[in-house]
């Protein structure tokens, strides 16, 4: 099941806000217990063997986080933060690298486990409770209902955002939901509903054709590429929205997860900008560890970054796409800084399009011949310079691309805030649109799941 399904929409979610906002605000456990059975449910919808892995994650780590809270100061309190650790990344090994490291070493398995959804989001949930317990940042949770319910929670559930368990400590026992907040719950869910519904689509059908194609021409790689990188963008930014716009709605405060990434006139501000909670768990529980900027700097980054590429899928590629960057944010932390700060704004803005654009390449071919053909392509080596096909789809989405571009940055949401101020019935008419249309869309739509349900 997914947010931008009719069945959600019309089904899950109303019978969900009612059977949530029917109980009493004073009654929070039975809140709890009813956003917990619901979350498991959206979850099982999927797979439903895969709520007992979620389950087991789960209630290792609240069991063992009593222990680590229990002997904290003490040895026995690291030992059972290690086996809360290996059991967490036990888990994700096993289902989602296992085959991919055995292939490394040339041991080829027949039998893959599959890969349960949304597992690497909720195991980084945990682990951040688990060190976070150990750091004494955060209580044990000694509810296990409320624990569940932190990990299982469906608006973040499957596709992130990443919340760390001290951002919602204080939420999961009290949280007050008013007419205000519900309110600018809906006009975000609303907003990440059109995103998706609108612009990810029509742009990942686009993107699809072309980078799906032999790639026999420059314009067919850059094309495709772009529509890729709008796709990606609109696809995971719109899933933050929704799942912000839906804890608003239920009292959780969720951190934002974008910052119009594609306004950046560097590499460094571009990932300060995009998937954010990823970003800040890595360099909370990883880069600042191993030492930060304070010693072996350029091997920091780039383990990070190695990591980071692992994160994103069991395959080469993504390995490739995580040094690609973490060299690029060496080359410019000890080389290009100061050079890029002589240039006009617009050409930082360039420059860090062009290397992100590329980037988006080694990310959508796991496949290495593949990725060498649609490089060459991209750069303007082999092949033609535009073919019919391309250039027909260009013609027809020309038109659209300045609305991606617009709509990447904060233009539109700045028109929208003065035109409220003026009118505020604007924001109220723009959501009935949205929803219409989207509606419109969906049921001439087929299915059509977030990218990074993958990952």
């Not at 409320?146 to 999961?172: H, K, N, Q």
Request: glycine share 6%.
């Amino acid at each position: 099941m997914v947010f931008s399904s009719l069945s959600f929409l019309v089904l899950f979610l109303p019978l969900f806000l009612f059977a949530y906002f029917i109980v009493p605000k004073k009654h929070i456990n039975i809140r709890n217990f009813v956003l917990l059975v619901f979350s498991l449910f959206f979850y099982a919808a999927g797979e439903p063997v895969w709520v007992l892995i979620l389950l087991f994650s789960a209630s290792t780590d609240c069991l063992l986080g009593l222990f680590i809270e229990k002997y904290r100061g003490q040895w026995h309190s690291r030992v059972f933060l290690v086996i809360s650790l290996c059991c967490s990344l036990g888990v994700l090994v096993l289902f989602k690298y296992m085959e991919f490291f055995l292939g490394l070493v040339g041991i080829h398995v027949t039998f893959s486990p599959g890969l349960p959804i949304g597992i690497s989001f909720y195991t980084f949930q945990t682990m951040s409770y688990s060190i976070d317990l150990y750091r004494g940042r955060v209580k044990a949770q000694r509810n296990p209902i409320a624990f569940l319910m932190y990990v299982s929670m469906f608006p973040m559930l499957v596709a992130g955002p990443i919340v760390r368990y001290a951002d919602v400590e204080t939420m999961l026992t009290q949280r007050e939901t008013n007419i205000s907040s519900i309110s600018r719950g809906v006009s975000r869910f609303v907003m990440g509903l059109g995103k998706k519904v609108i612009f990810a689509n029509h742009a990942g059908t686009v993107a699809s054709e072309l980078l799906s194609s032999p790639h026999t021409s420059t314009l067919t790689v850059w094309l495709g590429s772009i529509m890729f990188m709008f796709q990606i963008y609109f696809d995971f930014s719109s899933y933050s929205d929704m799942a912000i716009g839906l804890g608003k709605i239920i009292g959780f405060d969720i951190k934002e997860n974008f910052n119009y990434p594609y306004i950046s006139k560097s590499i460094t501000d571009f990932w300060r900008r995009w998937h954010i909670s990823l970003g800040t768990f890595f360099r909370e529980y990883l880069y600042i560890p191993l030492g930060g900027n304070r010693k072996h700097a350029v091997f920091n980054i780039m383990f990070v970054w190695l990591i980071t590429g692992l994160w994103h899928g069991a395959s080469i590629n993504f390995i490739i796409w995580g040094m690609y960057f973490g060299i690029a944010l060496l080359i410019e932390k000890y080389l290009l800084r100061n050079i890029l700060e002589k240039f006009p704004s617009y050409v930082g803005h360039a420059y860090c399009l062009l290397i992100v654009l590329y980037g988006w390449v080694l990310f959508y071919f796991t496949d290495l011949s593949e990725m060498a053909v649609a490089s060459a392509r991209f750069f303007g080596f082999g092949g033609t310079f535009a073919d019919y096909r391309a250039v027909e789809l260009l013609l027809a989405n020309l038109w659209i691309l300045p609305v991606f571009a617009i709509f990447s940055t904060r233009a539109p949401i700045r028109l929208l805030n003065s035109l409220n101020k003026r009118f505020p019935i604007t924001e109220p008419v723009l959501n009935f649109a949205l929803l219409c249309i989207s509606f419109i869309l969906l049921i001439g739509q087929t299915f059509t799941p977030f990218i990074y349900f993958q990952f």
